[in-house]
Structures are given as structure tokens and as C-alpha cells.
């Protein structure tokens, strides 16, 4: 075969594989991290880790989210210190591991985070510290150089589903862990019309992807020691 044929060949082969992944079923649970010193009103710097009972929290619901088929599954998780520990539980209880994912960080409002003011650790320095985080994760800064309105969070959450839904992510099982905000957002530009009047500590929002079509499983749950009713 001819080299213009072979790359032609292999052209197509990345065409289909590409078009296989777009039509890949998938389930997407969206959980919000457990309650943080932040969340009882402990100041404890820019990006508080959990409380103790949010490490209780975690745990329950790392224990729920192994009731579910969780095989091959790829664990996302925002930046943010809370965010982490909760994937970390997670990914732990069901043997997976964590991958940094910067689009489901905080609404980076400015009451809560005066841009001149504010600094966190790199991506490198968080994945040093969590020892289920894999991947290469660059130095210097992460989060955004303005402030965000829910606006904001919207249209981020609205181009990271279609990352979610492409080929990016060739995963069937996808747990992504993120802030009231951002999973609020994401579930809105996932399923529109879906309502989610709160977003509780480690609650689990579950959505299918199948057929082309998202679809509610259950939305922010946290009866951790009972299975919804789908």
C-alpha cells in the first residue's frame, strides 16, 4: 500500500473512532464536594478543606457511588481543596483514580474572591499533595483573571458538556465533582428544564447520555444509605 493510501486508511480509522466516542452511552454523576470549613463559617484562606463532618460526608457518599457500576470510570475534579479530598474519597472506595479538571472550579465571584487579592497553590503543587491525582499538571495560574457572574458559569459549564459528550472523555461512567454553581450549571446545560433548588453538600445528581439524548436518573441525592428509585 502506497504511503498516501496508508495515511488515508488511518485517517479514516481516527474519523470512525472519533464518530464511535460521540455516540458512546454514558452516565454522569455530578457531585457537589462535601461541607468545608468555609461552609460553617471557619475562615481558613482562600481554599478551605473539608470539615469533619465533611470528611464523614465523603466517606457515606464514596460508599454510595460503589452501589453503582463505577468500572473504568474517570473521576473529574474541580481545583479547589474541598473538591479534591471529596473526588479523592470517591475515587478510593471504588478503585479510580482523580484527574484535575479546572472547568469545574467556584464561581469565582468577586465578594468571595477579590481578584487582585486572592492566589492558590499551581496544579502541579495540588497533584503532588493527593496521591490518587494522575496526569501532568503545568505551574503558575489557574483561575481566572476577572471576576465571574452566574453568566459566567454557564457558558463554561455549557462548553465543558460538550467536551464531557465528545471525544475528550471516552469514558461510560463519568463523576465529576464540583461547587453548587458549577454543578448547577452543568446539570442546566445538560438536561434544560431539569430543577435543582439546592445543591447539598456531597449530593449526587445522575444523568444518562444515550440514544444522542441526556436524560434524569435522580437529582441531589443524599440519602447515602438508600438507592433512588429510577
Same mark, same amino acid.
Given at each position: 500500500?502506497? $504511503?498516501?493510501?496508508?495515511?488515508?486508511?488511518?485517517?479514516?480509522?481516527?474519523?470512525?473512532?472519533?464518530?464511535?466516542?460521540?455516540?458512546?452511552?454514558?452516565?454522569?454523576?455530578?457531585?457537589? !464536594?462535601?461541607?468545608?470549613?468555609?461552609?460553617? #463559617?471557619?475562615?481558613?484562606?482562600?481554599? /478551605?478543606?473539608?470539615? /469533619?463532618? #465533611?470528611?464523614? $460526608?465523603?466517606?457515606?457518599?464514596?460508599?454510595?457511588?460503589?452501589?453503582? *457500576?463505577?468500572?473504568?470510570?474517570?473521576?473529574?475534579?474541580?481545583?479547589?481543596?474541598?473538591?479534591?479530598? %471529596?473526588?479523592?474519597?470517591?475515587?478510593?472506595?471504588?478503585?479510580?483514580?482523580?484527574?484535575?479538571?479546572?472547568?469545574? !472550579?467556584?464561581?469565582?465571584?468577586?465578594?468571595?474572591?477579590?481578584?487582585? $487579592?486572592?492566589?492558590?497553590?499551581?496544579?502541579?503543587?495540588?497533584?503532588?499533595?493527593?496521591?490518587?491525582?494522575?496526569? *501532568?499538571?503545568?505551574?503558575?495560574?489557574?483561575?481566572?483573571?476577572?471576576?465571574?457572574? %452566574?453568566? *459566567?458559569?454557564?457558558?463554561?459549564?455549557?462548553?465543558?458538556?460538550?467536551?464531557?459528550?465528545?471525544?475528550?472523555? /471516552?469514558?461510560?461512567?463519568?463523576?465529576?465533582?464540583? !461547587?453548587?454553581?458549577?454543578?448547577?450549571?452543568?446539570?442546566?446545560?445538560?438536561?434544560?428544564?431539569?430543577?435543582?433548588?439546592?445543591?447539598?453538600?456531597?449530593?449526587? %445528581?445522575?444523568?444518562?447520555?444515550?440514544?444522542?439524548?441526556?436524560? %434524569?436518573?435522580?437529582?441531589?441525592?443524599?440519602?447515602?444509605?438508600?438507592?433512588?428509585?429510577?
Amino acid at each position: 500500500m502506497a $504511503q498516501a493510501d496508508r495515511l488515508e486508511a488511518e485517517g479514516l480509522k481516527r474519523i470512525v473512532r472519533h464518530l464511535e466516542i460521540l455516540v458512546l452511552d454514558k452516565i454522569f454523576y455530578l457531585v457537589r !464536594h462535601a461541607e468545608s470549613l468555609g461552609n460553617i #463559617g471557619i475562615v481558613a484562606g482562600w481554599d /478551605p478543606g473539608l470539615s /469533619p463532618l #465533611g470528611h464523614a $460526608q465523603a466517606r457515606q457518599c464514596a460508599e454510595f457511588m460503589s452501589c453503582f *457500576d463505577l468500572s473504568g470510570a474517570i473521576v473529574l475534579s474541580s481545583p479547589f481543596e474541598r473538591c479534591l479530598s %471529596t473526588a479523592e474519597m470517591i475515587a478510593s472506595e471504588n478503585s479510580l483514580s482523580v484527574r484535575i479538571e479546572v472547568s469545574l !472550579h467556584e464561581l469565582f465571584a468577586a465578594e468571595w474572591f477579590p481578584v487582585g $487579592q486572592v492566589k492558590f497553590r499551581s496544579l502541579a503543587e495540588k497533584a503532588s499533595s493527593h496521591d490518587l491525582i494522575e496526569g *501532568d499538571y503545568p505551574g503558575g495560574r489557574w483561575w481566572p483573571e476577572r471576576n465571574e457572574g %452566574t453568566g *459566567d458559569v454557564q457558558v463554561r459549564m455549557a462548553i465543558f458538556r460538550n467536551r464531557l459528550l465528545g471525544a475528550e472523555f /471516552p469514558f461510560e461512567r463519568i463523576v465529576c465533582v464540583g !461547587h453548587w454553581a458549577s454543578v448547577d450549571a452543568l446539570a442546566a446545560s445538560m438536561v434544560p428544564g431539569i430543577v435543582l433548588d439546592r445543591v447539598d453538600n456531597a449530593s449526587v %445528581t445522575q444523568i444518562f447520555f444515550s440514544g444522542g439524548k441526556l436524560s %434524569t436518573g435522580f437529582v441531589n441525592w443524599t440519602d447515602w444509605g438508600n438507592l433512588p428509585r429510577i
